[in-house]
């Protein structure tokens, strides 16, 4: 290792402000795999080739659409948890989350609180409202709760929102192998998108979901492997945590309540919810997957146990993070004399993307088929089954194209890539909370509301991207002592903080979705309201939420009809009680929020 320096290539692939150092290179500058590195990589396209293929000629051999799209709802909840926690974990999350926490710390682990509201919440609210609905599409559901106007629009924002982050998706890991070992960047894209494309078009749902579990296997193998190499390079567990605390990479809880601080608790904890619930809640790919299931129950097995899997998936990124300097360089340079490291990790990198961007594939051919043709054109089942293939495969060729605008763009994938959830799912995520949980929203309220949503997320995302002028300034690492080079990274400044109204300019893309799809159902209410609203008993059975009935059950659970309210002594005495406990809880909170900031200081 030398001493650092700012490349603007290596930074590229580094997605995301992260230092780079220039190493020990050979003439052209390039690290070359041994061929036992390309034997591994190879090993991974072709297994999951096969596993797509097997699907293709057995069981019914994908010859009906609730095959194709729903593995004729057999799947278990196993295979299903580890493929729901693959389809939103890309090289993005394996390469952009480790330079996240190298470049700015721990502070980014906090995300992992959002798991817990973001999955209980799809699966007590979520889950059984689509399951027994019997949907083909969650955006059928529009159709049923509003009119086929709002299924349609919620079906145009889907296929742009995963068109667009497939681009990301394929485009991340190939630009970092390509940066790294010289593998030809577009022989990279197509290769993944050629493979992917053909397994997802044969195999179906079946295919995408076993090709998720073997893919979720190698990723968390890549990343494991390089972490204790990584640490045993550092000397061992105690060398390479104390190297990492005097680096000032480990960042206590951050309780800053300022929206505008890109990561704090808040930012992470609260606003990945409203994340967490446009993904994990109503984005196709994702429902798909929980309709696919045998029953109701093992539906919501499948979403409870995505909340281990994806805090291994975490831990695993933010130890990387912490493990290795910067990510992709070290693990060529450090794992140089480990042959077949090196390909393990970057078949790790593109597990993550192929898992990705079938999924994205198998989902976009599935609501492009039920949302927008079958509800115009009938068709034998066989023609819909071809079609539906058709579409997979030139959604494969769309994903390539959009590779390319990416490669245009160059901005921080991981950061891009969780901004496109907001700025489009976050107004998704609000056109079903509103049909949801508010029976009065009509028709023309959900329209208008989801419009004013994606204009309030283009207007503050690109607003916030184009306020933000990335430039490379002189940045201390956190407070180490140990390191002599000064490490230049592309540190994103804020211009002078904008106040009032651009002040939005300068929120933290981690409050993109709460923000828009609490738009969307505030201008839906508003336009609902102004237009006459719906009737409660106008509304199709099943597609509203009975928030009164439930909070009122529950608040009947809390307090025990027996326990208080039967004399007024006994409503002061239990109110006493109950606000005693109150203060013992955010006393004992206070306690280990000291012991934490003591600890991590
Ligand atoms: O990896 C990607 O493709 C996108 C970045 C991660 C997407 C979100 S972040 C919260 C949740 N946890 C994950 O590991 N993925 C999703
Ligand atoms: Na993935």
């Known amino acids: 290792m030398t001493g650092g320096c700012y490349d603007e290539r290596s930074a590229r692939c580094a997605s995301g402000p992260a230092p780079c150092y220039t190493l020990s290179m050979d003439p052209t500058g390039q690290k070359y795999f041994t061929i036992i590195d390309y034997v591994i990589f190879a090993l991974l396209l072709v297994a999951s080739m096969a596993i797509g293929l097997y699907y293709a000629f057995t069981g019914g051999r994908q010859s009906t659409t609730q095959e194709f799209m729903y593995a004729d709802r057999s799947m278990k909840c196993l295979p299903l948890s580890l493929s729901l926690m693959a389809t939103f974990q890309s090289a993005v999350a394996i390469i952009g989350t480790p330079a996240e926490v190298y470049a700015n710390g721990t502070q980014y682990w906090f995300i992992g609180c959002c798991y817990i509201l973001g999955l209980l919440i799809p699966a007590h609210i979520f889950i059984p409202m689509f399951y027994r609905l019997h949907l083909t599409s969650v955006y059928q559901y529009l159709e049923l709760r509003f009119c086929k106007a709002v299924r349609i629009c919620g079906t145009v924002t889907f296929i742009f929102q995963m068109v667009v982050y497939m681009g990301v998706g394929i485009y991340t890991p190939a630009l970092a192998l390509n940066a790294v070992t010289g593998f030809h960047l577009w022989g990279a894209v197509l290769a993944t998108g050629l493979v992917c494309t053909l397994y997802t078009a044969l195999g179906g749902l079946k295919a995408v979901v076993w090709t998720d579990v073997f893919q979720t296997v190698v990723m968390f193998t890549g990343q494991l492997a390089v972490i204790i190499v990584g640490v045993h390079q550092a000397g061992g567990l105690s060398d390479a945590w104390v190297k990492v605390r005097d680096g000032g990479r480990i960042s206590g809880i951050d309780l800053n309540p300022d929206p505008t601080v890109r990561h704090t608790f808040w930012t992470l904890g609260v606003g990945g919810v409203f994340l967490m619930l446009s993904l994990y809640g109503v984005n196709q790919a994702q429902v798909q997957r929980y309709l696919s299931s045998r029953t109701e129950k093992e539906a919501v097995m499948s979403c409870y146990m995505v909340f281990p899997c994806l805090q291994v998936a975490l831990m695993l990124s933010c130890l990387m993070g912490l493990v290795m300097f910067m990510v992709l360089y070290f693990v060529m340079d450090m794992l140089q004399n480990f042959p077949g490291l090196p390909g393990l990790f970057v078949a790790c990198l593109f597990s993550a993307s192929l898992s990705t961007i079938s999924s994205a594939f198998n989902s976009l051919a599935t609501v492009t088929m039920v949302d927008l043709i079958k509800p115009h054109y009938s068709m034998t089942e066989a023609r819909a089954t071809l079609l539906s293939k058709m579409l997979a495969l030139s959604y494969g060729i769309i994903c ?169 002594e006994h409503t002061v005495r239990w109110s006493y009680g109950f606000t005693v406990k109150c203060i013992v809880a955010l006393g004992h909170f206070n306690v280990v929020k000291l012991l934490l900031a003591d600890r991590w200081s």
């Open 400 to 568: 390539v194209a959009m590779a390319y605008v990416v490669h245009l763009m160059n901005s921080s994938v991981l950061q891009a890539a969780l901004s496109i959830f907001g700025m489009v799912g976050g107004p998704l995520l609000g056109l079903f909370c509103l049909g949801i949980f508010f029976p009065c929203a009509n028709s023309i309220g959900a329209v208008a509301g989801l419009a004013a949503g994606l204009v309030m997320a283009f207007w503050v995302g690109i607003g916030g991207f184009l306020s933000r002028m990335p430039s490379s300034v002189q940045v201390l690492p956190f407070n180490s002592t140990n390191t002599s080079e000064n490490i230049t990274v592309p540190a994103v400044i804020d211009a002078a903080r904008p106040a009032g109204l651009n002040g939005l300019y300068s929120l933290s893309y981690m409050w993109y979705s709460a923000l828009n799809s609490s738009t969307v159902v505030l201008i839906g209410l508003i336009i609902s309201f102004m237009t006459g609203p719906t009737k409660g008993d106008d509304v199709a059975s099943g597609t509203v939420y009975p928030v009164m009935r439930t909070a009122q059950s529950l608040l009947h659970k809390l307090v025990k009809p027996s326990a208080c309210c039967t004399s007024p």
